[in-house]
Every structure is written in structure tokens, then in C-alpha cells.
């Protein structure tokens, strides 16, 4: 037949397969979606297998640093080296740790009594130790001759001392007691005191972004708000029950996390203490203290409940749950600078060890390791909602006592909420408002 | 804003060395230029305006990335954008980041077409000529010798035979009803084994990989591996009549005499769903390659689409009024071909199943059909094999091809990625060539004809990991990925749940309401009708008849006329 063209696919092998065994194999590829059917059940499937795996792989425990000989009553991090730690007992032990190798690089009896706090200078060349004994102690973190294993410096306060903080820059620190006192590290004396009629106080922090601002937690269930450079404390919010420890956002500088002793975190931002931005609950028992990430979207949360819980900054329960059957009451946590570790401090003289991200894996991703998790990461969050998934991803195993817990918990908070649904039911319309949890804790703010 | 700039030139240290020099500075000073330069306050966007002086007419160099054609992104698409109703800032504008991804993703997709490194085939004759007359031979003659090899022929004695591909269009597996089973991989023509299970073969599947297929015999269902060795008895699956594999899945559905239907997982060799269609015995059966679903065709003309965990068909459709003879469904699961005794093809649209979309009609009954991956469609009448292209969305006057054999046919198959058509007869096996009926490029992670062993083991874990659970099977694969709106009855019991509130008493079976009215009352209304009708012609004929009677002078009053009534 004239003018009769024909073409038909005949594939060349050689361009399809690798020309010696040593070379890679030739992947072709084809993006047609019709290539590629049963695309969102095979999606789901994968984003199934992800989350599986993920909580497979999560393995949060590292190692613990065992050496204290009291339970563990405070510690702080390096200001610019990750493997050093500090910490304090209630025996006035301390001791400093390199973390890379597990191992106590140094320990020394500092105090008589408790150690109460622990601060690193933000240079880090020195620390400032208080401890029961009212005295306030500077120990170099370095020692290079025998003569600088005794404290630098030792400040004899008037009265109990239970927290210390640094200034980002100047050389000041903070303490609190009786009152809150600045002091100056070349002067005996504090260099201001500020005082608002309060019994004591139990932790100080610096703001290390607005740092002429601090707050500290007082014993008549409130927190204050100072500013350096003023004569008199700014403004007091007082909660229901007392606030163990708080924290600073490292990268909003306006707001910070308070530990309660009503089992919850409440976030406040300054300027507008009426009421709390958020409130975390989960915890089932007083939390002891807090700790923000430097990435300043998560923090840390340790309890007398024997756990640590981690929780997202804008979500009110937390992300995951740290538990081991020999981690009893904690007393410290901190969350390492490199925002892959948090270390734990508690009763039975041990510091532990974790991950900040209980399935991550440690040390080098290969590339395509990387573009896996990554998609794997995409499909978790693409089907996150699916109840499945959302139940796998959400399940985690908590001591019996934990679970019982809640349990109580969530009955006591459901009692109050039927009662509260059933009044509103036979009541006139709009007499029983619906109040959010936030406006729910009664938060009185002074000036 | 600056005016008059007096522009002066300024001293340079050479200027004093050099005397003519300083009497060009004279001349400079003498002669004031003025400039006339209007500064705005974005005077930044002002100087840069100044600086570009772009000679006009000349091309841009750098235009930017090339343009996608508009088909090309349309393949790619995921559907339209959603996010257009939703209120909060923050969601829309989450939506809106991720669209912008999709689109991103599409438009890679579309460029990476450019890739691609084969052109599917085709066939093309003088424009008064058809391609309908094209023979095998005149094909074989004018390819290249690789491709003419793909023409052959295989000579069996053990009557009419079944055939199917591999998935990656490699591997051939031949079953005939007298017992014959074969496999090979039908490039290189190497036998994987051949063996005869001396019982009727009715039909035959390969599964997730050529090392293992399953012929459906007189009685039970078998497993055999690549060497011929029998590995599994299936005794949960008797009489078997038809099979499809669900490669995603790992499923292996059936249907037997007795209207049957059981899909066995075939990784667990546990059967997930086992119930009787109450259709019959039926042997005209296939799969939906888009959502998985298996539809079936019974003697009254209705084909049915069954999943393994509803009891019920979830879509049925009355395709013909006579028999169903056989049924093919394309890959994108777009379109659907049925054809009857009554010697009559219809294309459907399967998502939309109103009405066919083409109505043929053949010289004889179809006794086979199947869709090619580029959506050509192969009907079987008799001994002759005719090949249409195109034949979905128009109607096409001619086949494409036409094949003609001296043995009856008993099935075929076109095979994936390549331009071939395997013809079971009853004589043995012929393969044909059709030019443009496979897809050319494949995905090499899908289905890769030149795979290696080490590749089909990593392949066949992965695909493992990734099987698809039964439940996962409807008419829509999608909706995993849709929004779950709960229904009336689903918030209802949500309700119940809390304990303070009471329930409250709602129906939830639906009321049929009468469309239609009753007898009385639409003879109510067709008299009513009858009786306005009536009246107005009686009132325009009264009308026509009155009209002259109002032109008649009527007598003057004078002043007081105006208080004579007025005709309307």
C-alpha cells in the first residue's frame, strides 16, 4: 500500500538496563497519573505504615547519668557548649557532666544543705550556685590549677536564697528568697532589692530576649514581674494555687509558662495577664518545673507524678509522655540549646537522658533517608485527621497509676461539666454562659 | 524634589599639570547646562528607570521559564482548588499554601513529560485510504526486525485457550481447557514451564509476580510457581469460572457456577469476602483498574459492581435486553464497553452511568472485548479480531484494524507497554501487532519489563507494605482523601451521648412523599383545566361578537356625557 507509515514501540534493552554490574540501575520514570492508579488508598496505606513505624521506632530513653548520691534538686546547661551540664543535690553536691561521654567530669560539696539553683554567666566561664546555707557561690566551669576548684566568689545573703538568674549581658544576676535581690558580681551587698509583701519567693528567671526583665514565682500563689532598671516589682498575677517554676519563650519574649501546682501549665503573654493565652493540662499531678525549647514552639514539662510531658506551646495537651518504671518524682528538667535533647532530673539521684522527638534517629541522614522521613512526615500530616491514624499516633502506654489518674481526672471534669450543661438546660437562656477553660481559673492581676 | 541641578565638572588632580586642560575647564564653566530632573519619593524606583535605557524591538533575554501547555498540565491535574468557602483567616490561607504546592507539583509533573524517552506508535496511510485493510504481513514488512518478531504464532492441540499477560507485559501464561498450562516470557520466547494438570482449565491469572500463577481447574483452585510446582490447593475456592487479580491489593477474585463471588488475599491466604451475587452462573467478568471493583455481567443484560465487604452490588446498570456476551473496562476506569447477543457494543461512562455514550452495532455477537492502555478497543466476532481506535467519545465508522484467523477465538489481551494483542484460539496462540495501542513509557517503580530479580524482590516488599485493605475498595477511590461529613444520624447519637441532654425523637427513615397525585385528583384538575379552557373561548368569542355592537353611536348628552359609563 503506498504512503503507509508505521511505528510501533520497540525499546532498545540497552537503554533500559545498566551496561555492567557495577554501575546503578536505570530507573525510568512516568508521572501519568494513569501510570499510577489507587493513588489515595495507597497514600493511606503508606501514611498508615508511617505512623506505625513511627511509634515502633520511638525509643526516647538514652542513658542516664548516675553519680549523685541525693536526688537531683537543680540543674543548668551550658550556655554555649551542648555537652556540658551542671547539677545540684540536696545533699549540696555538684557536679558537671559531659554529656557525649556520660561521665561526671567533676563534683564537689558546695553547700551546705539543699543546692537550690544553679546558673551558668551567659559567657560560660563561670556559674553561680545558691544554697541553703544563704550563701550565693561562683565556681569557674574550668579547672585548670587546683586552686580554682574553690568558688571564685561567695556572697553571704541575709536571708534564704532558692533561686538564682543571670543577665544576658551585664554582669547581674538576680536572686530570690525572702525578696527579690539584684546583685552585682563585684559587690557584697545586692545592688537593689525589690519587695512586694510577699513570705518568699521560690524561683527567679531573667528574660533572655528583653533582659532587663524577670519574674519570679511566690509562695502566695503569684508571679511577678520585674524590670531592672526600675526601683519597684511591675505587676503580679495571682493564680489559684502556687506556680513552681517558669519559664521564659526564648523567641516570643513576651510570653512565658508557669508550672502549677493544680496539675497545669498556663502560658501568659505580658501584656495582657487577665487571663492565660493557654492552658496545658495532661499532668495528673503538681508540675515541679519547665522548661522552653530554644526553638520556642515546644517546652517541657516535669511532674510529681513520676512523668515528663512535652507540649506544643499553642496546643493544651501535650505531644508525648516520658516514663520509666525507676524515674520517681522529678525534680528539674531543661531541654537541651541543640533542640534534640532533654535532660531530666529527679528524686532518686539520677539524671536521665532523652530525646526530644522520641522516633527520631540519631546522627547522619543519608539523602534519600532524608526524602523518605520527609515524605513520610508530609503523609503523617496529609492524613492526620484519619481516626486510625489519629489513634495509633495518639496512643501512648502510661504507668497504671497514670492511667488511673486520668481516669479520676477525666470523671471529676466531666461530673463538673454535666452539672454545668444540666444547669443551663433548666435554666433561663443566656443565665448559665458557656465559659471557655481559659476564663474558667480565676487569675487576679495587681499593679 | 531637586530642580535646576547644575551640573559642574569636577577639578582632577592632573587638571593643573595639564595646560589644555585648564582651558577646557574654562570652557566647562562658561557653558551651564541645566537638567531639568524631577525626583518622586520613591526615587529609588526612579533611578533604576533611568539606569535600564533597553534599545526597543530587542527580544528579552532571559524570559523566563518555558510555558507548559495547557493538555499537558490537565493530565497532571489533581482536581480543581478547594478553600474557596472557608471562613477562618488562618485555614485559607493554609489552604492556600498548600494549593500553591499542588500547583508547583503539577507544573514539575508536566515538565518532566520532556523526559520521557519513547513516542507511543501509529499507523498512518494516504488520506483516501483506511487502515482497516492493513495486514499482518504488510506490518511485519515494514518495522524493524525486533518488532517483527512480536508476530507469532503458536500451533497447541489442546483446544481453545485462555491467555493473559503479566503486568509488566513480559510474561505470557496460556491455559487452555484440556488442561494445558504454560508460561514463558514471550520476548525472548524462554518456556518458564509447561505442564498439563490433566483436568479443564477454565481460567487463569497470573499473580503479584511471574513466579507464581493460578489456574482456576475443574474443581479447585490451584497455585502453581514458575517452575510448575504445585504450590497451593485452594479448596475454599471451588468451580471456578473467572478470575481478576487486584495487583494493589492482593486480592484474587473469583466467581464460580453457583454465583459465588470470593476475593482470597493472597499474601495471608485468607478468603476477605465469600457471598453468593444470586446472579447465577456467569462468566463475564473484569475489573475496574481505577477503583478496583469487579463487575460482572449477567444473562439479563446487567452488569453489577461488586467490592468484598458489601454484600450487595454497589452500582448496577441494565446495559442490554438480551445476555451479556462480555465487558471491558479502560484503565482510567473512564469508560466502560458491554456487548450482547443481540450483536449490539455500547460504551458507557462508568462514573456517570446514565445512557450509553456510543451505540454500535456488529456483524455478529462480541465473544471477547478488551481495552488497549491508550484506549483502543479490541472486539472479538467469531474468527475475526477488529480493532477500534478511538470509538469512545465518537462514533467511528470503520476499525482501525481487522484481523482475521481460521480458528474461533476464545480470548485475548492486549499486552502492557508494548503494541501487541495475544490472541487465545482454539488452535494455540497467536500475537498481533497494533501500532499505538500500548502506553510507551512505563514506571519503572510500577511495572518495569526489564526487571531483575534483586528489583522484583525489593519490588515485591514494598508492594507488600503498601497492600490496600479490602475495605478500602468503593466507587469512588478517592474518598479516603474526601472530607467525612457526618451523617443526621451519626450526630444524633454523638447527642445521646452526653448525658444531659435529652434526645430528641426524629425519624430517620425517609418518607416517600407521592410524586404523582391520585387518580381523583388528577381528574380533578384536568376538569378543572377543561372548565378555565371553556370559559375564556366563550368569553373571546363574546367578545369578537360584541365588538361592533360597542362602535355603534351612542346618543349625545352634551356636558353630561361624561357621566356615561365607559366601555371597557
Keep these: 500500500m503506498s504512503g503507509l507509515k508505521i511505528k510501533v514501540i520497540s525499546r532498545n534493552p540497552e537503554d533500559y538496563l545498566r551496561a555492567t554490574k557495577r554501575d546503578i540501575h536505570k530507573i525510568q520514570r512516568n508521572y501519568d497519573p494513569t501510570q499510577h492508579p489507587l493513588e489515595a488508598p495507597r497514600e493511606y496505606v503508606r501514611a498508615l505504615n508511617a505512623v506505625k513505624l513511627e511509634r515502633v521506632f520511638a525509643k526516647p530513653f538514652l542513658g542516664s547519668l548516675d553519680g549523685h548520691t541525693d536526688g537531683v534538686s537543680s540543674m543548668a546547661k551550658h550556655p554555649n557548649r551542648l555537652s556540658m551540664l551542671a547539677s545540684g543535690a540536696f545533699d549540696g553536691e555538684i557536679r558537671l557532666w559531659d554529656l557525649t561521654s556520660r561521665k561526671c567530669t567533676r563534683n564537689f560539696i558546695a553547700h551546705e544543705g539543699w543546692v537550690r539553683s544553679i546558673c551558668f554567666t551567659p559567657n560560660g566561664q563561670t556559674f553561680t550556685s545558691a544554697g541553703d546555707d544563704k550563701t550565693i557561690k561562683t565556681w569557674k566551669s574550668e579547672v585548670e590549677n587546683p586552686d580554682d576548684e574553690d568558688p571564685m566568689n561567695t556572697l553571704l545573703s541575709m536571708s534564704v536564697v532558692s533561686g538564682v538568674s543571670h543577665h544576658r549581658d551585664k554582669p547581674i544576676f538576680a536572686t530570690c528568697g525572702e525578696h527579690c535581690q539584684l546583685w552585682e558580681s563585684t559587690r557584697n551587698e ?30 502566695d500563689r503569684s508571679i511577678i514581674l520585674y524590670d531592672c532598671r526600675e526601683t519597684a516589682p511591675l505587676r503580679k498575677v495571682v493564680l489559684e494555687l502556687r506556680s513552681n517554676a517558669l519559664s521564659w519563650n526564648p523567641m516570643e519574649a513576651f510570653m512565658f509558662t508557669v508550672a502549677n501546682e493544680d496539675y497545669n501549665l498556663y502560658t501568659f503573654d505580658v501584656r495582657k495577664l487577665k487571663q492565660p493565652v493557654n492552658i496545658h493540662l495532661d499532668h495528673t499531678s503538681a508540675v515541679i518545673d519547665v522548661d522552653y525549647a530554644p526553638t520556642g514552639r515546644e517546652f517541657v514539662a516535669g511532674s510529681y507524678d513520676k512523668t515528663v510531658r512535652i507540649f506544643e506551646t499553642l496546643k493544651g495537651h501535650s505531644r508525648d509522655v516520658y516514663h520509666t518504671k525507676r524515674m520517681q518524682r522529678l525534680t528539674c528538667v531543661k531541654w537541651s540549646l541543640d533542640n534534640k535533647y532533654i535532660m531530666t532530673g529527679s528524686d532518686e539521684m539520677n539524671i536521665r537522658m532523652w530525646k526530644a522527638r522520641a522516633s527520631e534517629k540519631l546522627g547522619v541522614l543519608k539523602p534519600r533517608e532524608r526524602t523518605a522521613l520527609n515524605y513520610a512526615d508530609s503523609l503523617k500530616e496529609k492524613f492526620a485527621g484519619h481516626p486510625q491514624i489519629k489513634r495509633i499516633a495518639r496512643h501512648r502506654h502510661v504507668p497504671k497509676h497514670i492511667l488511673n489518674a486520668q481516669k479520676e481526672l477525666r470523671t471529676i471534669r466531666e461530673k463538673s461539666k454535666k452539672k454545668e450543661a444540666n444547669r443551663r438546660a433548666h435554666s433561663k437562656p443566656g443565665a448559665v454562659p458557656i465559659v471557655p477553660e481559659r476564663k474558667k481559673h480565676d487569675v487576679k492581676e495587681d499593679e | 524634589m531637586k530642580e535646576n541641578t547644575v551640573l559642574r565638572k569636577t577639578p582632577r588632580y592632573f587638571d593643573n599639570n595639564d595646560e589644555n586642560g585648564s582651558t577646557s575647564k574654562t570652557t566647562a564653566v562658561d557653558k551651564v547646562e541645566t537638567y531639568n530632573v524631577v525626583m518622586k519619593p520613591h526615587s529609588k524606583w526612579v533611578r533604576k528607570k533611568l539606569q535600564i535605557d533597553e534599545p526597543k524591538g530587542k527580544k528579552n533575554k532571559f524570559p523566563g521559564k518555558a510555558p507548559i501547555d495547557s493538555k499537558k498540565l490537565e493530565k497532571h491535574s489533581r482536581g480543581d482548588e478547594i478553600g ?14 498548600k494549593e500553591i504546592k499542588y500547583k508547583y507539583a503539577q507544573e514539575q509533573a508536566a515538565r518532566a513529560d520532556i523526559l520521557l524517552t519513547e513516542n507511543a506508535g501509529y499507523l498512518q496511510v494516504d488520506e483516501d485510504h483506511r487502515t482497516t485493510g492493513i495486514t499482518q504481513k504488510a506490518i511485519a514488512e515494514n518495522v524493524d526486525i525486533t518488532a517483527a518478531t512480536k508476530i507469532f504464532e503458536l500451533k497447541l492441540e489442546f483446544g481453545p485457550y485462555r491467555t493473559k499477560y503479566s503486568r509488566n507485559g513480559r510474561h505470557l501464561l496460556l491455559g487452555s481447557k484440556k488442561g494445558h498450562l504454560a508460561a514463558f516470557d514471550w520476548v525472548t520466547k524462554k518456556l518458564h514451564c509447561e505442564i498439563n494438570v490433566m483436568e479443564s482449565i477454565h481460567d487463569i491469572s497470573w499473580l503479584h509476580v511471574e513466579t507464581m500463577l493460578a489456574a482456576a481447574q475443574k474443581e479447585w483452585l490451584y497455585i502453581y510457581d514458575n517452575t510448575g510446582m504445585e504450590i497451593h490447593c485452594v479448596k475454599k475456592m471451588d468451580k471456578i469460572l473467572r478470575m481478576e487479580f487486584l495487583p494493589y491489593h492482593f486480592l484474587l477474585a473469583a466467581v464460580n457456577e453457583y454465583g459465588f463471588m ?5 499474601s495471608i491466604g485468607e478468603v476477605v469476602g465469600h457471598y453468593n451475587n444470586y446472579l447465577g452462573r456467569t462468566s463475564v467478568m473484569t475489573h475496574n483498574p481505577y477503583n478496583a471493583m469487579v463487575c460482572l455481567g449477567n444473562s439479563q443484560g446487567v452488569v453489577s459492581m461488586w467490592a468484598p465487604t458489601v454484600k450487595k452490588p454497589l452500582a448496577k446498570i441494565l446495559c442490554h435486553k438480551t445476555p451479556l456476551t462480555a465487558i471491558a473496562v479502560d484503565q482510567r476506569g473512564m469508560y466502560m464497553a458491554t456487548s450482547g447477543v443481540d450483536r449490539s457494543l455500547k460504551i458507557w461512562d462508568i462514573r456517570n452511568l446514565d445512557g450509553p455514550l456510543q451505540h454500535y452495532k456488529l456483524r455478529s455477537s462480541a465473544t471477547d472485548l478488551d481495552f488497549s492502555q491508550k484506549d483502543m478497543l479490541a472486539v472479538g466476532l467469531g474468527e475475526v479480531v477488529e480493532i477500534y481506535s478511538n470509538c469512545c467519545t465518537q462514533t467511528v465508522e470503520a476499525p482501525y484494524m481487522r484481523h482475521k484467523m481460521s480458528k474461533s477465538i476464545c480470548n485475548f489481551k492486549f499486552c502492557p507497554y508494548e503494541d501487541v494483542l495475544g490472541i487465545g484460539t482454539s488452535g494455540g496462540f497467536s500475537s498481533i501487532i497494533v501500532p499505538g495501542s500500548g502506553e510507551p513509557n512505563f514506571d519503572a517503580y510500577e511495572n518495569n519489563p526489564y526487571q531483575t530479580k534483586t528489583q522484583r524482590k525489593e519490588a515485591e516488599v514494598k508492594a507488600l507494605l503498601e497492600k490496600i485493605p479490602p475495605e478500602l475498595i468503593t466507587l469512588d ?27 430528641k425523637k426524629i425519624d430517620l427513615k425517609i418518607k416517600h412523599k407521592n410524586k404523582g397525585l391520585s387518580n381523583i385528583a388528577r381528574k380533578k384538575i384536568i376538569k378543572a383545566n377543561a372548565r378555565k379552557e371553556q370559559i375564556k373561548n366563550t368569553l373571546e368569542a363574546q367578545e369578537m361578537l360584541d365588538l361592533p355592537e360597542r362602535q355603534k353611536p351612542t346618543q349625545s348628552f352634551g356636558v353630561l356625557d361624561r357621566f356615561i359609563s365607559k366601555n371597557k
Design chain 2, 84 to 97: 474557596k468557602g472557608v471562613r477562618h483567616p488562618i485555614h485559607a490561607l493554609k489552604l492556600k499554601k
Design chain 1, 190 to 219: 545586692p545592688v537593689k532589692v525589690f519587695k512586694w509583701g510577699v513570705d518568699s519567693l521560690h524561683h527567679v528567671a531573667f528574660n533572655q530576649v528583653e533582659n532587663n526583665l524577670l519574674a519570679s514565682c511566690a509562695s
Design chain 2, 477 to 503: 477511590p478517592f474518598e479516603v482523601v474526601r472530607v467525612d461529613v457526618p451523617s443526621l444520624k451519626d450526630k444524633l447519637d454523638a447527642k445521646s451521648k452526653l448525658l444531659h441532654v435529652k434526645d
Design chain 2, 262 to 266: 470470593s476475593w482470597l488475599d493472597i
